[in-house]
């Protein structure tokens, strides 16, 4: 209902404020396509500004952090979007703004949105593991490339191949890269060029492009196929912001196609300046080690038993001369002494031996049994004794017997 004022009876400021309040809030939730102006996070809550896609007007907003988190690819600052909104009205200072209850991308936004969702489900399978990732070959002998007839990234790669290293091969398959068989022709393509057994690496490129140029890049079967070549595959799409999910899955993602030339094959110069620079460390490797061993064999030949081995031997045969005629001093000394005693226990043998009594003049009676006489008790006259002398024996026959006094 409209307010009855004038000039006489004017209504106060919070009457407008809260009639144009009540006004807005009956506009209720409207959804709105707009595009999205700087959108700041504070606390909890999205403060951000809609403008409109053909007039020079905008409009604040406010939302909370998940309803814009939520959104299947980020707001950014100039996403266009379709939001569910509803007017509110702040008396306080009248500011009028939007409050956004859901936000959705769209055109660009909504493509990417897609390209997300597609890639969650592929990394859900693991196709972008770094399992998967095959290693390029240092010296390919064959490039497989896969690119657009007669286009700047057939031209850039074929010069970079061939300026580096002259001696690739290069086996071209043109396909269209873009529209809706970019896909089709590129995997048929890729296909080929994998079952030839002399290809090493296959690369795809193109120079880059828009979001809608670039998504026959980001196509499933495209994306599953590269995942199961058994040649290694370089990417070489181009350097847009927006990652196709070929980049992903590729062994190798180069940011050009220049790039890729030179991630695939070394330059010629380089490698002959490192086998000369590998050559040189080897050559001085090798002098150092022969100098270490002729040092250790010097050192080895100045020692004393290898400067004159006879001088060893000598002292050694010096030192056994010694010992020997040391033993045979001491040998002969023992035989001395040895001599000695025998002599020793000799005469002390002869001074004790019968024999030598008997040389001094006496001599050794038997009777007739062979029993030695030393008493004339069993002696009669006529007995006969054998006498025995040093030199001999004697009979003898007893004829008077005399006892000796005792002393």
């Known amino acids: 209902m409209a307010l009855e004022t004038s000039a006489d009876s004017p209504a106060p400021l919070r009457s407008i404020s809260l009639a144009l309040q009540g006004w807005i809030g009956k506009l209720g939730a409207v959804w709105v396509e707009a595009e999205v102006v700087q959108p700041k996070l504070s606390g909890n809550t999205y403060y951000l500004t809609l403008r409109d896609l053909a007039a020079n007007l905008s409009i604040s907003a406010i939302a909370f952090r998940a309803v814009v988190e939520s959104s299947a690819s980020p707001i950014t600052d100039g996403t266009r979007v379709i939001v569910h909104a509803k007017p509110e009205f702040y008396s306080p200072n009248g500011r009028l703004s939007l409050k956004l209850l859901e936000i ?147 062994d190798l993602r180069a940011s050009t196609p220049t790039d890729a030339a030179k991630r695939v094959v070394p330059h010629v110069g380089d490698e002959l300046a490192g086998l000369t620079a590998a050559r040189e460390r080897a050559r001085q490797a090798v002098a150092a080690q022969l100098h270490r061993e ?29 010992q020997r005629e040391r033993a045979r001093r001491a040998m002969a000394a023992r035989l001395d002494r040895a001599h000695d005693e025998v002599g020793h226990h000799l005469a002390r043998v002869r001074a004790l031996s019968p024999l030598a009594t008997m040389h001094r003049g006496y001599a050794v009676a038997l009777d007739g049994a062979g029993r030695a006489v030393t008493s004339i008790d069993p002696l009669a006259p006529g007995d006969e004794l054998v006498l025995h002398l040093t030199d001999g024996q004697a009979t003898v026959r007893v004829t008077d017997l005399q006892e000796h006094p005792h002393e």
């Open 104 to 250: 959705r991308p769209t055109g660009e936004g909504e493509l990417l949105a897609q390209l997300e969702r597609r890639r969650q489900l592929l990394a859900a399978e693991g196709l972008f593991e770094n399992r998967w990732k095959q290693r390029l070959p240092i010296l390919p002998t064959a490039i497989g490339l896969v690119t657009g007839k007669g286009s700047a990234a057939e031209r850039d790669v074929v010069e970079n191949v061939r300026d580096r290293w002259p001696g690739a091969s290069l086996e071209i398959r043109h396909a269209l890269m873009q529209g809706s068989q970019s896909a089709t022709a590129v995997i048929a393509a890729l296909r080929e060029l994998d079952a030839a057994s002399h290809v090493d690496v296959i690369v795809i490129a193109r120079g880059g492009g828009s979001m809608e140029d670039l998504l026959p890049f980001s196509d499933e079967a495209l994306v599953r196929a590269v995942h199961a070549a058994a040649t290694p595959v370089v990417s070489a799409i181009g350097h847009e912001p927006d990652v196709p999910l070929l980049d992903l899955v590729a």
């Open 294 to 322: 002729a040092a250790g064999l010097a050192a080895l030949r100045s020692r004393p038993v290898l400067r004159s081995p006879s001088a060893f031997v000598d002292a050694q045969q010096d030192h056994v001369s010694g």
